[in-house]
């Protein structure tokens, strides 16, 4: 199996790589605090022995802007956006959908695997009722 480089590998998991993969890394307490990314503690309790999962298959969308500059693979002009994951985590991610789209809180988003150009993964989240 081909290894897929990744554009950000303590970002994300693809396909494989964490039960519930493709989707963000997280760290699950067993407080019940989930947070993004794999930490060395827990913010809210300070234990140490966190679960590492996979978050943020699905998510909302908070504030939203279209940027018309390109940037680290992306083309001009896209989408980044707040998002907040089902699992609670909120992070900045690109928005996958069409130039001009009327993008707006609340809007329901699934993650998305997306190969670049130069051959490496990335993601973005796209509108969850938009067809791939
Ligand atoms: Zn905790």
């Not at 994300?12 to 519930?20: D, H, M, N, T």
């Not at 760290?27 to 022995?49: E, H, I, K």
């Not at 896209?78 to 992070?91: A, D, L, N, V």
Request: aromatic share 8%.
């Amino acid at each position: 199996m081909t290894k897929l480089q990744k554009t950000n590998p303590t970002l994300f998991f693809l396909e494989g790589e964490a039960p519930g993969a493709p989707g963000l890394k997280g760290s699950r307490c067993g407080c019940g605090q989930t947070v993004l990314l794999q930490v060395a503690a827990c913010p809210r309790c300070g234990r140490r022995d966190l679960e590492t999962v996979c978050i943020g298959q699905r998510a909302t969308l908070g504030e939203s802007a279209e940027v018309f500059h390109s940037a680290d693979g992306f083309e001009a002009p896209y989408f980044i956006g707040m998002i907040e994951t089902e699992q609670g985590p909120r992070t900045f991610a690109p928005i996958a959908a069409a130039p001009g789209t009327a993008l707006r809180p609340g809007m329901a988003l699934k993650f998305r695997l997306l190969e670049r150009a130069d051959g490496r993964v990335g993601f973005a989240y796209a509108p969850a009722e938009a067809r791939a």
